[in-house]
């Protein structure tokens, strides 16, 4: 294909063979457990190509606009996965694979990102970027939190607000949306000066047919993966929790991984954590609000009542993420130090 690397036409083809084997997998009727663990690589290869096709489109834009698309087409894997777990009536899975990826991103992806961005700037082990996006990040993650805590105090207390969750969760996911759609064009507006690094190989219309392929296989892995997850769990020995928590989250936000890395690596530091900072707050307050209010539609409703752990957990993440990025620099120690609290988190849900 035109505009491909001999590496990527690889990747591309590895992908789409992966894809083909969970189909494959599914009509063949094989082991729960095998298509479980071969439809979350499939999940994780395709957020990949969306994210290679959503770079190609948003190049000629700064790094506020294609880090706005990188996000959210790249979050479309976690996005079925989710619809599918709820029209399951798998709560345990939706709700915890929407806090999976906050967490995800704003501490694993995050921290790999520091890291790998402090070890190529060439600046004493210090990656530096503008200060706008964690700054606004944090505020709309705590606000987010905001809801998320005063529910959860509420159940915990079953007072007579705590017998309406679904309506004060539909009323908080309103206001979140509100919110971010006045931020995003004031966010977008500031960013378009900017300009990107990278060069558009891809022509136009591959990279969106690769989009719209690479987004239409997302649907069908997502419906294989939940169909085989409550098996599989079963059998792995792994709670729900856990797989919502880590398993979904790091398969569906594969996106952030590779693209924040790789970027972060290359010096193209402003755009790295654009594209890990979009995601966090994009789930934050778009993606779990909107699930809360298409949950509407199904007998399984999402609300934002949480454990009381991962409350604080929440608070905590938004906490380090603007004491670490809000001086628009980090040093690698940094970046480990959210790994290590994402491991930490890890470990917890593990004995959940």
Known sequence: MEGLTGRERVLLGGVGALTAITAALEYAGASDV?????????????????SFATEAVGARFGPALTGVLQTTLGNLPELFVVLFALSAGELVVAQYSVLGSIFANALLVLGLVIVAGARAGGGGGIMRFQRRLPNDTATLLMLAVFIIALLGLSANAGDRASRHQVAIS?????????????????????????????VTRLPLRLAIALLATSGGAAALVSDWFVGALDSAVSSLGISKEFTGLVIVAIAGNAVENVVGITLAAKGQHDLAIS???????????????????????????LTFVV?????????????????????????????????GLYAILAVLTFYE
């Open 34 to 50: 095998v298509v479980f663990l071969v439809a979350a690589g499939a999940l994780a290869g395709l957020a990949w190509v969306v």
């Open 275 to 301: 594209v890990v900072k979009n995601s966090v707050a994009q789930i934050a307050v778009f993606l779990f609000p909107a699930l809360v209010l298409v949950s509407l539609l199904f007998d399984t409703r």
């Open 170 to 198: 539909a009323i908080g996911a309103v206001i979140l949306l509100g919110v971010y759609a006045v931020w995003l064009p004031s966010y977008l507006r500031a960013g378009k000066e900017e300009r990107t690094q990278g």
């Open 307 to 339: 454990p009381a752990v991962y409350i604080g957990a929440l608070f905590l993440t938004a906490i380090a993420i603007w004491q670490i990025t809000g001086d628009g620099e980090a040093a690698e120690f940094e970046g480990f130090a959210l790994i």
